[in-house]
């Protein structure tokens, strides 16, 4: 279990919290009500009592707010490991009803190591094409150590939510070596050891190479639009 610290705003206010992971579920505490989920845009409170909290919720999840957080994690800079800080902002719009969905979804990433910062040029729908982002403005040589850049993770073809839902495939790393195609992965998909977020690591990291598993190498050689 890790903890991350930040700030959460709403039109009712602004207050820090504190966001505890475990490598796959998310735990807050806002306004004394807890709140948890597996993804940033499915927090839902534990029990009923946001009701009488002030919150917008959409289908039973936290909507209309800004979360923000710092994550600390090692930046491997021309072969020597330093700290590096991703800072995070998410923004959850406003319910629509009429499809289910909100009006926005904006996740924002700056990577600060070594006194430089390293920005996503735009708001993304996805941490895997945030992450990709801020990537790209490192220098060759330069990677953050975490689930997102490792050789054993991949996303499903069918498609992955705002954040989580990477496959770790560590405990089958010889059948995953072979995966190049959509049919490769679906075939040991059944296999793969635990869902992770993209900013969860384990002590069998190992930096992704060209052309790795289904989704290939990270960041990508074309970018996302998402």
Aim: charged share 25%; net charge negative; glycine share 10%.
């Amino acid at each position: 279990m890790v903890s991350w610290s930040g700030w959460y705003h709403d039109r009712h206010g602004s207050e820090p919290i504190t966001i505890d992971s475990d490598g796959r579920s998310l735990t807050l505490r806002i306004r004394g009500v807890e709140f948890a989920g597996e993804d940033f845009d499915w927090l839902e409170p534990v029990a009923a009592e946001a009701a009488k909290i002030p919150f917008e919720l959409n289908a039973g999840s936290l909507c209309s707010c800004v979360i923000e957080w710092d994550v600390p994690l090692p930046v491997v800079a021309a072969g020597v490991e330093v700290d590096g800080i991703l800072r995070f902002r998410l923004l959850l719009g406003d319910a629509v009803r009429t499809t289910g969905g909100l009006d926005a979804e904006e996740l924002t990433v700056a990577l600060h190591v070594g006194g430089s910062a390293y920005e996503t040029g735009r708001p993304h729908g996805s941490f895997e094409t945030a992450l990709e982002d801020v990537h790209r403005q490192l220098p060759a040589d330069s990677y953050v150590k975490a689930c997102i850049s490792c050789a054993w993770s991949d996303y499903s073809p069918a498609g992955q939510p705002l954040s989580g839902g990477l496959a770790c495939f560590r405990s089958v790393k010889d059948a995953y070596r072979r995966v190049r195609t959509k049919q490769d992965i679906f075939a040991i998909w059944d296999r793969s050891t635990a869902y992770v977020q993209e900013t969860y690591l384990c002590d069998e990291f190992d930096r992704r190479g060209a052309d790795a598993g289904y989704r290939g190498s990270f960041p990508s050689r074309t970018t996302i639009v998402q």
